[in-house]
């Protein structure tokens, strides 16, 4: 089946350790997003690859870097990640939405199970 | 900036009742997402509504979408336990645009 995988399900770390999450994707999507999801809170996208182009948000820390090696994988690095960094981290896709909204389709984004990170 | 609300936060219905979760959003689109997130797991996509006065309905679900009045809701008939889970509204901003702006969430518990 087509899908996103997100590994590790469970990280933790120190204080001020790098991390690096992995997100990789069977459906051939061009879009890759990663956000993070705080308890209790709605999904906040830290950034966004369209093919090889990084779009990253005005607010997103500079603690927060991504790589996008190829069309099925992306990464997420955490340079020093501090405790208000504890979060679930969600990887999604979508398909061509630029292209596919010029013929009619949409921007459904496709999530993978997550990450939760812990920052001890 | 697209503003989306969802209204109520949290709500708390007995089983067999029905209630409606609303979703309101700032700016013109014609294309809005309905997200389930059970506990401590990810989004799962319940519903995509494309235009004004679309309905779609799986089992005791059914959302639809008012452009005009910038307005979707998303009815619980008859609730059962196995409903219970947050559920976010996503508007897609600009057409063509590859992000969207998702809602607060609602919480809804469902009790036996």
């Known amino acids: 089946d087509a899908m996103v995988i997100q590994n590790p399900r469970y990280q933790v770390t120190q204080f001020g350790k790098p991390v690096t999450l992995s997100c990789s994707q069977t459906?051939?999507?061009?879009?890759m997003y990663w956000y993070q999801q705080k308890s209790s809170q709605a999904p906040k996208l830290l950034f966004h690859y369209y093919d090889k182009d990084f779009n990253n948000e005005a607010d997103t820390p500079d603690n927060f870097q991504s790589r996008r090696p190829n069309t099925s994988f992306c990464f997420l690095d955490i340079r020093s990640p501090g405790l208000g960094d504890a979060a679930m981290y969600l990887c999604?896709?979508?398909?061509?939405?630029?292209?596919?909204?010029?013929?009619?389709?949409?921007?459904?984004?496709?999530f993978g199970p997550g990450t939760r990170l812990t920052v001890l | 900036e697209l503003k989306v609300e969802q209204n109520p936060l949290f709500l708390s219905m007995q089983e067999g009742k029905n209630y409606t979760i609303y979703c309101n959003y700032s700016?013109?689109?014609?294309?809005l997402y309905w997200y389930r997130q059970d506990p401590g797991k990810s989004l799962e996509s319940l519903f995509v509504l494309l235009s004004n006065g679309a309905v779609k309905q799986e089992g005791r679900l059914m959302a639809s979408l008012d452009t005009k009045a910038r307005l979707s809701t998303l009815h619980i008939t008859a609730a059962v336990h196995d409903l219970s889970a947050t559920y976010f509204c996503a508007v897609d901003e600009n057409f063509g645009n590859e992000k969207l702006t998702f809602g607060t969430g609602t919480r809804l518990t469902i009790i036996p």
């Open positions: 700016t013109t689109s014609d294309r």
């Open positions: 459906l051939n999507h061009n879009v």
């Open positions: 999604a896709t979508s398909r061509d939405p630029v292209q596919g909204a010029l013929r009619g389709a949409y921007n459904e984004q496709f």
